[in-house]
């Protein structure tokens, strides 16, 4: 599926975040994004993503948002 569109709707009191994908084959998708994403492999794929920044600033204060080492990373 090639999206042509795609839209977040807010979470609210009774129902997760939702995006809505709209292909060019006119299909609607509505995604729960709460059943469908783990939040920690989420965290674990942006921390690989970002590994190269990380060791080439290694000074930098953002540190805790890896778990501190770069090393720490699988």
């Known amino acids: 599926m090639s999206p042509g569109f795609i839209a977040f709707h807010p979470a609210t009191d009774t129902?997760?975040?939702l995006l809505a994908s709209a292909g060019l084959?006119?299909?609607v998708i509505l995604w729960q994004l709460d059943r469908v994403l783990d939040i920690?492999?989420?965290l674990r794929s942006g921390c690989i993503w970002i590994?190269?920044?990380?060791?080439?600033?290694p000074d930098q204060?953002?540190?805790c948002l890896c778990g501190g080492s770069v090393n720490?990373?699988?």
């Open 15 to 17: 129902r997760g975040l």
């Open 25 to 27: 084959d006119n299909v």
């Open 40 to 42: 920690n492999q989420i």
């Open 51 to 57: 590994r190269d920044y990380l060791q080439t600033y």
């Open 61 to 63: 204060s953002d540190r």
């Open 72 to 74: 720490d990373i699988h």
